[in-house]
């Protein structure tokens, strides 16, 4: 019987009065961003938000608890935003919405940082065994994407250095139960011929430093035939599937055609849109997608939303966790869509 479990992909929204308070603090210019060396009051700040934030998944019920990654301020580019070595240039639009991160541009080796492990630490004692911890970073080739390289020389050799740094964060990670790994930018920009081969040679090497079950997640609509192909080829446990934007029949024919991992992540609630869905309609997602596949028994399921929920108001972001938590406990059947 397939195992359902609730998650999120992390970068939580602020909590209301976090946002006011940090705006005072912080202030608004591209200088103002975090760097890694913020106040006392900042980091106090985030550190009372984080609380909060895990208290939102504990009450809402989910089988995985995130950090939150309240302070990653360019989005999924944060562990190279902070990192010595890592010059932070022009503000770039992320991906087709209206948020901007800081182009953070490689201009030496990257070394060991431990930022977010730092931040998992922090959570981890806040969970105190409560739910299982899960760890989210940016996945190796979306990283890669968002950032501009003044060091290392070519695409496949950025790429392959950027997943070694990964992989030496991940090792600083406290106990996690699970990794996702975020790859928006394999949907949003697919990578040519040349680079298809080595991303899942570069996931392999993050998804390598750990024993946890590595999810890489992708979302921004449906993976092209050939890069889902090649994704296939890593060696993790499951791969994440955004069933609410873009082409689902592409999602469908991949799948279909190419098979699946022995579990999945499905993107079934919409992580841009307010408009909250019911358990029900959750549970109807992904009895759909499991019809679609007749002949594939799913290990695990994991039930999330398809893309960060920063994007939403607070209040609506926790009616979804709570929503993914009760789709997930659902006993009765539903008809599919």
């Known amino acids: 019987m397939t195992e359902l479990v609730a998650t999120t992909p992390g970068l939580f929204p602020l909590p209301d009065w976090a946002k006011s308070d940090l705006s005072d603090l912080k202030g608004h210019q591209k200088g103002d961003l975090i760097s890694g060396d913020e106040s006392e009051a900042i980091v106090s ?11 939102d998944q504990l009450d809402a019920g989910l089988d995985r608890a995130v950090e939150g990654q309240l302070r990653w301020d360019d989005m999924i580019a944060h562990p190279l935003t902070v990192h010595d070595n890592v010059e932070t240039g022009g503000i ?17 080796n990257l070394t060991l940082s431990g930022d977010v492990a730092a931040e998992l630490e922090q959570a981890s004692e806040l969970l105190d065994d409560a739910a299982p911890l899960q760890a989210v970073l940016p996945g190796p080739y979306s990283l890669a994407d968002l950032a501009t390289d003044e060091h290392y020389g070519d695409a496949e050799t950025f790429l ?39 991303v899942p040679e570069a996931i392999d090497a993050v998804a390598g430093a750990t024993d946890a079950d ?36 592409q999602t469908v024919y991949n ?24 358990p ?41 966790l709570a929503a993914l938590a009760a789709a997930a406990d659902l006993d009765a059947e539903v008809s599919a869509e």
């Open 45 to 55: 700040t985030y550190e009372n938000a984080r609380s909060e934030v895990v208290d």
């Open 255 to 278: 799948a279909s055609e190419y098979g699946v991992t022995d579990d999945v992540a499905l993107g079934l609630s919409d992580g841009q849109n307010t408009l909250v869905e019911s």
């Open 160 to 198: 392959s250095a950027i997943a070694e740094f990964l992989g030496g964060e991940v090792e600083a990670f406290p106990e996690h139960e699970t990794l996702f790994l975020l790859e928006p930018s394999l949907v949003e920009s697919a990578p040519d011929d040349d680079l298809a081969g080595a």
């Open 214 to 249: 590595v999810v890489v997640h992708t979302y921004f609509g449906a993976l092209d035939e050939k890069t889902y192909a090649h994704l296939l080829d890593a060696d993790v446990s499951a791969v994440g599937l955004d069933v609410v934007a873009g082409d689902r029949e």
């Open 280 to 320: 029900e309609t959750l549970r109807e997602r992904v009895e759909w997608f499991e019809e679609q596949l007749p002949a594939t028994d799913l290990e695990t399921v994991y039930l999330s939303t398809n893309t960060e929920p920063f994007y939403l108001p607070v209040n609506k972001h926790q009616d979804k």
């Open 92 to 108: 770039v639009r992320y991906y087709d919405n209206n948020n901007f991160y800081r182009d953070p541009r490689v201009v030496d």
